[in-house]
């Protein structure tokens, strides 16, 4: 046989397996729902889900801008109905897939240059100082919101995303999941005698219980976060109480124990958060062009996580106008965030992405009625404090397994792209290389110095290099758009080595009647948002 491979393959010869529009194997797309009973406990299961982002980044900002637990709750409370606002808009108005829309970490590092700025350290008193720190959070997230309107409502973003294929987005989507690793076992070791129980148990209920016994009703694959987070919970809680952690260090009683979070006492009971709380906007030029970067980073992060979503949810491949639209509501989404104060913008939540791929359920209906939780318990505050004090190292366990997920997602476009050529083999690696060593880079020297490689007296400037470099997806989606665009485009062979005749089929989701039916918009409203 010739050294080339490029004989016929013998009949008896183990056949590839063929490339799927829409992922198989899924029990609930779209647009079918589960039973009500099923559709509210796996509702509930995403709101404890997006708990952990909404929690933790008002815990490490809050303190750090003057605020108490008091402030803390406020915020807690003031991100859940944001979140469940957006998360309905997104489903009902923008990419209409089963996406939940809550806080960002692509957002803190703007946020932490913010608080550090000098003009606020003549406040004496911590709760005023913290005010007007949120005041000018919510200025730049005001003007930052703008950005990601302008390019999703005007189209622009649809002109970007025609030019993405199947072998660009396999970098872009994978580091959305596996870019976020530093939040998945580190948080479990900081607990590891609570962490590394929940990881565990939620491998052991999530894939093996399922085989063990065959039920037929999915119990365990489906509601193993419930499962999971409730035995480690009460285990956490019973080392709590039987002193296990006495006389133990300040930072472990503070991950380990279930009685630090300082939620329970400090969130009133009922209390609707309302725009502008915190009193009027200020506005700074450079800040809010820091947020301006910012808000364009978390752009390209959820269009990867839009992506995982799609195909996570059985549809077929998101047309870029649906994207394009997905991208102005998100934008709409952090001018909300600016207009409430939730000390940070919006983005796709990646945790959440990675429960429809645990669940196999990619209903809509589930992630609307997710979003009904998250408005509800951000109202009667007390109630919703207590979910929202489970131990962080639960929270990285659970991480751990659904960013696995989410990146697998993005190795999962690798069947309509040609392994075999060697411009697949050259944009993959050099952009999944670039993707997390450029980011290495400017972190561990941000770990190392205190700030990062960009480090001019203006520090809004500083924040518009270092962030960006900073973001594994960002990096290698980049890379590997422009490889992908620009390497050898005249030969014809090209587009079906990079997958593109597979997405070129749904550049519209007029005519097709699957896309129809999972991204048209209710009421009628087509008509005001052309696909084209």
């Given at each position: 046989m010739a050294g080339g491979g490029g004989a016929p393959a013998k009949a008896d010869e183990p056949q590839p397996h063929p490339p799927k529009d829409q992922l198989p194997n899924i029990y609930y797309c779209i647009t079918s729902p589960p039973p009500w009973p099923e559709a509210i406990l796996l509702g509930f299961q995403h709101y404890l889900v997006m708990l952990g982002t909404t929690v933790l980044i008002p815990t490490a900002l809050v303190p750090q801008m003057g605020g108490g637990n008091e402030e803390k709750a406020k915020v807690i409370q003031t991100l859940l109905l944001v979140a469940g606002l957006n998360t309905l808009l997104q489903t009902l108005f923008g990419t209409r897939l089963p996406a939940v829309i809550g806080?960002?970490?692509?957002?803190?590092?703007?946020?932490?240059?913010?608080?550090?700025?000098?003009?606020?350290?003549?406040?004496?008193?911590?709760?005023?100082?913290?005010?007007?720190?949120?005041?000018?959070?919510?200025?730049?997230?005001?003007?930052?919101?703008?950005?990601?309107?302008?390019?999703?409502?005007?189209?622009?973003?649809?002109?970007?995303?025609?030019?993405?294929?199947?072998?660009?987005?396999?970098?872009l989507v994978a580091l959305v999941g596996f870019g976020l690793y530093e939040l998945g076992f580190p948080g479990v070791a900081k607990c590891v005698e609570i962490g590394l129980p929940e990881l565990v148990i939620l491998v052991v209920i999530s894939q093996y219980m399922p085989h063990v016994l065959r039920s037929g009703k999915h119990v365990f694959d489906r509601f193993a976060v419930i499962f999971a987070v409730a035995i480690v919970w009460v285990y956490a809680h019973l080392l709590t109480v039987g002193g296990a952690y006495k006389g133990t260090p300040p930072r472990t009683q503070a991950s380990c124990r279930t009685d630090r979070a300082g939620l329970i006492d400090a969130a009133p009971w009922i209390r609707v958060p309302y725009p502008f709380q915190w009193g009027a906007p200020s506005f700074d030029a450079g800040e809010a062009f820091a947020m301006m970067m910012a808000s364009f980073v978390a752009l390209v992060e959820s269009s990867g996580a839009f992506i995982a979503v799609y195909r996570y949810a059985s549809a077929t491949p998101l047309p870029p106008s649906v994207l394009s639209r997905g991208v102005g509501w998100q934008g709409v989404g952090i001018l909300?965030?600016?207009?409430?104060?939730?000390?940070?913008?919006?983005?796709?939540?990646?945790?959440?992405?990675?429960?429809?791929?645990?669940?196999?359920?990619?209903?809509?209906?589930?992630?609307?009625?997710?979003?009904?939780?998250?408005?509800?318990?951000?109202?009667?505050?007390?109630?919703?404090?207590?979910?929202?004090?489970?131990?962080?190292?639960?929270?990285?366990?659970?991480?751990?397994?659904?960013?696995?997920?989410?990146?697998?997602?993005?190795?999962?476009?690798?069947?309509?792209?040609?392994?075999?050529?060697?411009?697949?083999?050259?944009?993959?690696?050099?952009?999944?290389?670039?993707?997390?060593?450029?980011?290495?880079?400017?972190?561990?020297?941000?770990?190392?110095?205190?700030?990062?490689?960009?480090?001019?007296?203006?520090?809004?400037?500083?924040?518009?290099?270092?962030?960006?470099?900073?973001?594994?997806?960002?990096?290698?989606?980049?890379?590997?758009?422009?490889?992908?665009?620009?390497?050898?485009?005249?030969?014809?062979?090209?587009?079906?080595?990079?997958?593109?005749h597979w997405w070129d089929k749904f550049k519209s989701f007029k005519g097709d009647t699957r896309s129809e039916e999972f991204y048209s918009l209710p009421f009628n409203l087509n008509k005001y948002f052309p696909s084209v």
């Open positions: 806080g960002s970490y692509t957002f803190v590092p703007t946020t932490i240059s913010i608080i550090l700025a000098g003009r606020f350290t003549d406040t004496a008193d911590p709760i005023e100082r913290f005010k007007r720190i949120m005041r000018a959070i919510q200025g730049s997230l005001i003007i930052a919101s703008t950005l990601q309107i302008v390019l999703g409502f005007s189209g622009l973003w649809r002109n970007v995303t025609r030019f993405l294929s199947p072998l660009s987005a396999v970098p909300l965030s600016g207009l409430f104060g939730t000390v940070n913008g919006s983005s796709v939540s990646i945790e959440n992405a990675g429960l429809l791929a645990l669940t196999r359920v990619g209903s809509r209906r589930v992630v609307q009625i997710s979003a009904g939780f998250m408005i509800f318990f951000s109202i009667l505050g007390k109630f919703g404090a207590v979910f929202a004090s489970i131990p962080q190292p639960i929270v990285a366990a659970l991480y751990c397994l659904f960013f696995a997920y989410v990146g697998a997602g993005g190795l999962s476009f690798l069947q309509f792209c040609n392994l075999n050529s060697f411009r697949t083999k050259f944009i993959l690696g050099f952009s999944f290389f670039l993707g997390l060593s450029v980011p290495q880079y400017f972190n561990e020297y941000t770990a190392i110095n205190g700030y990062g490689p960009v480090h001019t007296g203006a520090r809004w400037f500083n924040d518009m290099v270092n962030v960006p470099f900073s973001s594994e997806p960002f990096v290698a989606g980049c890379v590997a758009f422009f490889l992908d665009n620009t390497l050898h485009k005249k030969d014809g062979g090209i587009r079906k080595d990079r997958g593109k």
